[in-house]
């Protein structure tokens, strides 16, 4: 358990789980056993995380959101089951996140997903921007239990060890 979290009423954290610092769980958010929760997490009410999943940093859970996979660090996710809808950019903005840093993140996201993009064709010169892009806010660790986040495909590519999840 990390320090300065907000758990609201009927919150719930399983066995084993893994919870960063800073993180607010809305009324009845449930987390299932064994999930990795970055710092800096928002999770609305009434939303669940299932076993096994992982929440990277500054991530953004809608409420009722049923999350299945694991969700991108900065990403913004909600519905059932919960989908990637964009970057955490309230979230970014109040954190103090400056305008060149957010402006990276955008680009990356651009690099990764736009467009109905994927990451099968991520070698090369888009794959070393998002590299760039990622090293500059991320330490490049990965939990050693790796899954594929809800909006990527298999990474032939090699692009997962460059961003960090918690």
């Not at 960063?20 to 710092?39: K, P």
């Not at 903005?93 to 991520?122: C, P, Q, V, W």
């Not at 921007?129 to 990527?152: C, E, K, M």
Request: charged residues 20%; hydrophobic residues 40%.
């Amino acid at each position: 358990m990390g320090s300065d979290g907000l758990f609201m009423v009927g919150s719930h954290i399983a066995h084993d789980c893994i919870v960063g610092d800073r993180i607010v769980m809305a009324n009845n958010a449930t987390l299932g056993g064994h999930v990795v929760m970055g710092d800096n997490v928002f999770m609305g009410g009434l939303a669940a995380a299932h076993q096994y999943s992982r929440i990277g940093r500054h991530a953004f859970i809608g409420g009722l959101a049923a999350v299945t996979k694991d969700v991108i660090p900065f990403g913004s996710v909600w519905g059932n089951h919960a989908h990637l809808e964009g970057l955490n950019l309230v979230g970014l903005k109040r954190r103090g996140f400056t305008r060149e840093a957010i402006n990276d993140l955008r680009a990356a996201y651009r690099l990764l997903f736009a467009e109905g993009r994927h990451l099968s064709g991520a070698g090369g010169r888009r794959g070393a921007g998002v590299r760039r892009l990622a090293g500059r806010h991320g330490d490049r660790r990965l939990h050693p239990r790796r899954r594929q986040p809800p909006a990527l495909p298999a990474d032939p590519g090699g692009l997962t060890p460059w961003l960090r999840w918690g």
